[in-house]
């Protein structure tokens, strides 16, 4: 059974910075794309990011060019470096495992969640 283990949120100032990351377990972590979702207050969950089993990175358009992606295949562990932050990034944050089978089976593994908050 996949399982995915957040860290790193926590209370930051506007304009710092932030790491989060995601520790997966349970399964070859080399076959699943992974990805950084977030839900504000009173919000649907929203895609941040994504990458895939070969790197290629797909970003929202809110967090290109401060938030990046990456994955230590070596360690299991996939990352979100958050720089430049706003009052506006404040959400819970969930790292994502996907693992396409078919296009019309596709499993999908969620994290507990971590809050990161934004605030002077």
């Known amino acids: 059974q996949v399982r995915l283990v957040e860290s790193g949120g926590g209370l930051v100032q506007p304009g710092g910075s932030l790491r989060l990351s995601c520790a997966f377990s349970?399964?070859?972590?080399?076959?699943?794309?992974m990805g950084w979702y977030r839900q504000a207050p009173g919000k649907q969950r929203e895609l941040v990011t994504t990458i895939t089993r070969g790197g290629s990175t797909n970003y929202a358009d809110s967090v290109i060019g401060r938030f990046t992606i990456s994955r230590d295949i070596a360690k299991n562990t996939v990352y979100l470096q958050m720089d430049s932050l706003k009052p506006e990034d404040t959400a819970v944050y969930y790292c994502n495992a996907e693992h396409v089978i078919t296009p019309y089976n596709v499993h999908h593994y969620w994290g507990q969640g971590t809050q990161v908050t934004v605030s002077s």
């Open positions: 349970g399964s070859a972590f080399s076959i699943y794309a």
